[in-house]
């Protein structure tokens, strides 16, 4: 493959390999005559400081090095791997022969186009990167001409798939079709195939919102200290020793809220997020599958009304008591009716508190994200919770445990992306349950409690915070309940929190008098 059948690629636009194929150009092309992959990675290739910054840009809008075949996977594959290196001619030289193995197997290199008689069509590979990578190092880019290139391959590569995904829709639908190893056919498999085929296009070439390459010089260095680089706090969890021990939540945090099956997870996660809403103005996200969404504005009520009418009052004579279950079933009658409504009309429409948003959709690995992301949008939420997580769905192919696994990971990402946090109630196994009650009060801080989730490691390797909610059901009837310290990288272990609890009205309370 020569040098010149590379030029002229790329003036007809045709490829010669593979899907994208080669790109290069004569000096003397318009704009309108060169491929814009060849445009966008000659303004990477150059030594000048626009470079890294442009190198932001690339791979903060290019997510997937699959979006790019050929010649131009191996300048993605360098870009990614080595941000902060301009690759010359020696160093691709050596990257080809050193991942020669990898790329001969790839599918998104096409060797079998690069094949010249009986030469070795790898070596012609090599020869067609390196002569593509002195045509892109020797055509000089502007920044209006990098940036529209980019824009340009975008739509592109959107409308080429769009066709395609769309085509193998249709055939889903009437004939049937094995995709990878799946055998999809109707329509609820065209249906589900869309979706996880769009949703996939769209985070490959949608911008991201992270940084990218970070550069520090003194434009950094005053953002820097405007905002000090910390993170910020988007809420406490409303006990006393337990904000002690953590700090309470931070914009990004993933916590593990971990307790036995029935152990007031959806409970104390309502008083979590009431908490955010009423004392810190925080707006919150809740999704509720355990119990639905009826069931969560249940606890949520009652919780309110608790704090609404008695908050201060230390006679228990004078304090109205109501719980969840007599708003669900509807029997509230006379006045604790009449009260009732008016502390969840102050809920709902006092403007010093967080609004809220509770979903009600089926919790599914192939779209739970998006809609996530939607109903933050709704509110501009600032803490979220799935109640809970390992009852996720969908995911083609995947054993439970492999969902789950990969709804934390998914999850992580996310929080830290939108600068949310997040709290997700898990269930630990019956194993951990007896270990705990068989423990001494005064081993339980170090007792090794990372394998305490069930269905996957995930649940407590993941989230940043780890905390186990501890009771059996007949000390949480007496209203007593410990928090545990549960391994994690965001805080250290911790003795048990001793807590008063009324589940009826979500209600937790520290009363462990044991400094830190």
Not at 35 to 55: C, H, N, T, W, Y
Not at 297 to 311: D, Q
Request: charged share 25%; aromatic share 12%; proline share 3%.
């Amino acid at each position: 493959m020569t040098e010149g059948n590379v030029v002229d690629q790329a003036t007809t636009g045709q490829p010669s390999g593979g899907v994208q194929g080669n790109s290069s150009a004569p000096m003397n092309s318009s704009f309108q005559d060169i491929r814009p992959e060849f445009l966008i990675f000659s303004a990477l290739f150059k030594q000048d400081q626009g470079v890294f910054r442009r190198k932001q840009e690339f791979l903060t809008s290019f997510n997937d090095a699959e979006i790019f075949r050929n010649e131009y996977f191996v300048f993605y594959q360098l870009i990614r791997n080595f941000p902060k290196v301009v690759p010359d001619e020696h160093f691709i030289r050596l990257y080809l022969q050193t991942n020669r193995a990898i790329l001969q197997r790839s599918k998104f290199v096409d060797l079998a186009s690069f094949r010249v008689g009986e030469n070795d069509p790898y070596v012609e590979f090599v020869n067609s990167c390196l002569s593509l990578y002195r045509d892109c190092a020797k055509r000089e880019v502007s920044d209006i001409e990098f940036y529209r290139s980019m824009e340009m391959y975008k739509m592109e590569y959107i409308s080429r798939n769009s066709i395609q995904i769309l085509e193998e829709a249709a055939i889903i639908l009437s004939e049937g079709a094995t995709i990878g190893r799946q055998s999809l056919s109707g329509y609820n498999d065209m249906r589900k195939y869309l979706k996880q085929r769009f949703l996939k296009l769209d985070n490959m070439v949608n911008k991201s919102e992270r940084k990218g390459l970070i550069t520090y010089n003194y434009t950094d260095e005053e953002e820097e200290e405007e905002n000090s680089g910390r993170l910020v706090q988007v809420s406490t969890f409303g006990i006393d020793k337990l904000d002690q021990a953590t700090g309470g939540i931070y914009e990004g945090d993933m916590v593990s809220i971990l307790a036995p099956a029935k152990g007031c997870k959806s409970r104390f996660s309502t008083y979590i997020l009431h908490n955010a809403i009423v004392n810190h103005g925080t707006p919150v996200v809740m999704w509720s599958v355990e119990n639905g969404y009826k069931g969560w504005e249940a606890l949520l009520r009652a919780r309110h009304f608790n704090w609404f009418y008695n908050r201060g009052i230390t006679d228990t004579s004078q304090k109205r008591f109501i719980d969840a279950d007599m708003i669900r079933k509807g029997i509230l009658q006379g006045e604790l009716a009449e009260m009732e409504l008016a502390s969840w009309t102050d809920l709902k429409y006092n403007t010093n508190y967080g609004r809220f948003v509770n979903i009600d959709e089926d919790l599914n690995l192939d779209n739970f994200l998006d809609v996530l992301e939607s109903a933050i949008n709704e509110v501009g939420a600032k803490l979220v919770c799935i109640d809970y997580l390992q009852l996720i769905q969908g995911g083609y192919g995947m054993q439970k445990n492999e969902r789950i696994a990969t709804a934390y990971i998914q999850l992580l990402q996310f929080l830290k992306r939108k600068k949310v946090g997040g709290i997700f109630p898990a269930q630990i196994k019956q194993t951990v349950i007896d270990e705990i009650l068989r423990t001494p009060e005064e081993e339980l801080v170090s007792l090794e409690l990372r394998d305490a989730a069930s269905e996957s490691y995930e649940v407590v390797k993941t989230p940043d915070v780890n905390i186990m909610l501890f009771g059996t059901q007949e000390s949480i009837s007496q209203g007593d309940m410990k928090i545990l310290s549960v391994a994690s990288r965001n805080i250290a272990p911790f003795k048990p929190i001793q807590l008063f609890v009324d589940a009826g009205s979500c209600t937790f309370a520290s009363v462990d008098t044991n400094s830190y």
